[in-house]
């Protein structure tokens, strides 16, 4: 039997997630940020995902862009049979679904293809052989516009150096292990952790490993993904950049709005050290020796134009900005890897109380309001950023296409059903057409949307009871009091608004 896998881990599919950073209004967003156009497509954009897993990610793309034709790609058969029924079950016509593996791609033995004005990858680019590599920068080459932008996350180095040695013990120890991925990968961690114990020099002054071993992972097959692909191998920046030159891409920044601000992770000296750096791949590779950071996401444009300083902050000013937690939930201090950041209440409570009472709008128009007490913003860039980087803020869009409406309300009926086995750390993915974006939600949440969305004109009270009904079947016999139903009475009177405007709600 000839074997396909080429190294990569096929015995287990990839958990069911999906990465909101990865959808077009985020990417255009973060290109603007950093001073650069996003695509300008002058038909129906077409968006790629190289990559795809289960084919969340994709699926909740084209549930909020019913104006965008969305490809999804993945060599694993089970995945893409799995991506085409949830597709189908939520009657969606504008996401297509292919088995091809990346040299079929770069060797014209796949699919047919349109080219793309947005490519994105998660992970992917550090999971896979050099051949393969390769195969995806001839694909970008060939099959991504001019002006067109590629998203890449990857296992960033330095910052990952310390896994190299748990991903090695993990991947021999598999190689005597027998049966299945998951288990080899959990009597791996096993292994892991006795050695531990004998205070094995290179495992007890291991961050990754204690990190590893205090909080297990809550995914076997995650990390038989993540730790047992034979080539498997963090990647510095500067030889990332350096291949995607090869397709006439250019860094046009980082997709995270975190690592948009030097000041939030590196000190001054840092920053007037590296700003000697003639070269700008060689500097921001330099910028990772000093961050916290063990992943990268990145923005390459081919063929950036880039904006004046005075094109940029007008631009930012009229992008819809929407609230995505109720602004009794907002949270002021943000814990960031390596400072916490406060933000200034008489700078930012104005924006998050309008933009509760009003909706998405754009921050220009906030700012400019009469009632508007806060003190001057002297940059939209840093405003935005910041904003974006808690994680309670996000661009927004108008939404009024009815058919794509009931259609999100289809599939986050689908995930309210399934919130438990969805649910990550982040929440359950929730299709949000005003964010024209996938967002993630706590579980409660998403059962609240849920009974408002089925149970016409039921008060919160009401709602709140079902919660905890659902809390009860569920064995939480804590949550039948008083006082419990009062604090969620009061939760959802604070987010029913919020969840109107982001259209998850009517």
């Known amino acids: ?99 091809a593996s990346f040299a079929d791609l770069a060797e014209g033995k796949g699919p047919v293809l349109p080219s793309f004005d947005y490519v994105t990858m998660h992970g992917v680019y550090s999971w896979i ?164 950071r063990t992943f990268r996401a990145d923005i390459h444009v081919k063929g950036a134009r880039r904006l004046t300083p005075a094109q940029r902050e007008t631009r930012l000013a009229a992008v819809p900005l929407a609230l995505t937690v109720g602004a009794a939930d907002f949270r002021y201090d943000i814990d960031l890897p390596q400072k916490n950041v406060h933000l200034p209440d008489e700078t930012f409570r104005p924006l998050v109380e309008a933009l509760a009472e009003q909706g998405p709008t754009p921050l220009g128009a906030l700012i400019r309001q009469p009632g508007y007490k806060g003190q001057p913003i002297q940059s939209m860039i840093g405003t935005i950023a910041t904003l974006l980087m808690s994680r309670q803020v996000a661009a927004a869009l108008p939404f009024d296409d009815d058919a794509a409406l009931a259609r999100c309300r289809r599939a986050n009926r689908y995930f309210a059903e399934r919130s438990m086995e969805l649910e990550t750390r982040q929440g359950v993915p929730v299709a949000t057409p005003a964010l024209r974006n996938a967002h993630h939600i706590d579980s409660v949440d998403v059962i609240a949307v849920h009974l408002i969305n089925t149970l016409a004109d039921t008060d919160d009270v009401s709602i709140a009871r079902r919660l905890i009904e659902f809390a009860r079947a569920g064995g939480d016999q804590g949550a039948d009091d008083g006082e419990t139903e009062r604090r969620l009475a009061t939760m959802i009177a604070d987010r029913r608004r919020i969840w109107r405007h982001m259209g998850l709600i009517d």
């Open 129 to 292: 052989s050099r051949d393969n590599q390769k195969a995806i920068v001839k694909f970008l080459a060939e099959k991504l516009n001019p002006g067109g932008l590629v998203y890449t996350s990857y296992n960033a180095l330095p910052g990952w150096s310390h896994g190299i040695a748990v991903q090695r013990l993990l991947l021999d120890y598999a190689g005597l292990a027998r049966g299945p991925a998951e288990a080899r990968v959990t009597e791996g961690f096993d292994f892991m952790r006795r050695l531990f114990e004998t205070k094995a020099t290179h495992l007890e002054g291991n961050d990754l490993a204690r990190e590893l071993l205090a909080k297990p992972p809550r995914s076997a097959a995650y990390m038989a993904h993540e730790y047992l692909n034979d080539y498997w191998r963090p990647l510095f920046f500067a030889d990332v950049a350096r291949d995607f030159a090869e397709a006439k891409l250019e860094y046009a920044g980082t997709a995270r709005p975190i690592d948009v601000l030097d000041q939030l992770s590196l000190s001054d000296e840092q920053r007037a050290l590296i700003d000697q750096i003639p070269d700008p791949i060689v500097a921001e590779t330099f910028r990772d020796y000093c961050r916290l």
């Open 1 to 99: 039997m000839s074997d396909w896998s080429s190294g990569y881990v096929t015995s287990v599919e990839y958990v069911t997630a999906c990465y909101p950073d990865q959808a077009p209004i985020h990417l255009k967003l973060m290109a603007l940020l950093q001073g650069v156009e996003p695509p300008m497509p002058r038909g129906r954009p077409a968006y790629c995902e190289l990559g795809c897993g289960q084919g969340l990610t994709a699926i909740l793309i084209a549930l909020t862009n019913p104006d965008t034709d969305v490809h999804a790609i993945d060599f694993m058969p089970a995945q893409i049979a799995r991506a085409k029924a949830m597709a189908a079950d939520f009657g969606l016509d504008n996401v297509h679904f292919h088995e």
